[in-house]
Nanobody, 123 residues
Framework: QVQLVESGGGLVQAGGSLRLSCAAS????????MGWFRQAPGKEREFVAA????????YYADSVKGRFTISRDNAKNTVSLQMNSLKPEDTAVYYC????????????????WGQGTQVTVSS
C-alpha cells in the first residue's frame, strides 16, 4: 500500500479557490490511480474526482464538474485538486485515495486513504 498525506485545506469565502495536495510515499506511486473524496458532517463519504495512473483519464462527480480539476505529478509523487468557484456545500473533510484502477477508485473501493484535510467555505 501507499501512504498518503493531504495538505492545503482551510477557510475560504464562497466563490474563492483552494488547491489541495496529496503527497504519497512509495516507489510505485505511478502505478496507482488516485482520487479525492469528501465527507461533510452527518453525511457519508462521497467521490469527488479520480485520475488514472498516467494522468490521461480523469473523472469527476457531477457536483464538481467544471469547477474542480485533478492532476498528478508522478515525478514528485503528488496528486492535486484545484477547487474553483467554491460553494458552502463544498465544506467537508477531503481525503486522498489510491488504488490499482481508476474504476475502483471511482467506485470507492479504495485500498489506501489519507488522514483528511478540512475545507470550509463560508457564505
Amino acid at each position: 500500500q501507499v501512504q498518503l498525506v493531504e495538505s492545503g485545506g482551510g477557510l475560504v469565502q464562497a466563490g474563492g479557490s483552494l488547491r489541495l495536495s496529496c503527497a504519497a510515499s512509495g516507489r510505485t506511486f505511478s502505478s496507482y490511480a488516485m482520487g479525492w473524496f469528501r465527507q461533510a458532517p452527518g453525511k457519508e463519504r462521497e467521490f469527488v474526482a479520480a485520475i488514472s495512473w498516467s494522468g490521461g483519464s480523469t473523472y469527476y462527480a457531477d457536483s464538481v464538474k467544471g469547477r474542480f480539476t485533478i492532476s498528478r505529478d508522478n515525478a514528485k509523487n503528488t496528486v492535486s485538486l484545484q477547487m474553483n468557484s467554491l460553494k458552502p456545500e463544498d465544506t467537508a473533510v477531503y481525503y486522498c485515495a489510491a488504488d490499482n484502477l481508476a474504476s475502483t477508485v471511482v467506485a470507492g473501493r479504495v485500498g489506501s486513504w489519507g488522514q483528511g484535510t478540512q475545507v470550509t467555505v463560508s457564505s
